[in-house]
Nanobody, 122 residues
């Protein structure tokens, strides 16, 4: 069992940057593949990025490649998403999530953070 708490969202201008964090409690973070997702108004939840148990392998959705970077620090029990060159279409609630395996990049996430709002607007 793992509990996840997201933070770091807020209001940012187009072209700006934000760093989201996810802090885990309970089971060791190294037991889980971690991912980031988002859900905009009236849209389905979409996959953004994932990172494996020790951080050696990552995979990104095409829409964020080159702009977003996922990282983890198992000792500090944190997963981060660095977001650069933000665009208005990035406005959404962002969620971190945990999975025990990596059979598919965007599947198998059974534990979720509460979500943090990111708004990109001038």
């Amino acid at each position: 069992q793992v509990q996840l708490v997201d933070s770091g969202g807020g209001l940012v201008q187009p072209g700006g940057s934000l760093r989201l964090s996810c802090v885990a409690s309970g089971s060791a973070l190294g037991n889980y593949v971690m991912g980031w997702f988002r859900q905009g108004p009236g849209k389905e939840r979409e996959f953004l990025a994932t990172i494996d148990w020790n951080g050696r392998n990552t995979y990104y959705a095409d829409l964020v490649k080159g702009r977003f970077t996922i990282s983890r620090d198992n000792a500090k029990r944190t997963v981060s998403l660095q977001m650069n060159n933000l665009k208005p279409e990035d406005t959404a609630v962002y969620y971190c999530a945990a999975a025990r395996g990596w059979s598919a990049y965007d599947k198998g996430y059974d534990w979720w953070g509460q979500g943090t709002q990111v708004t990109v607007s001038s």
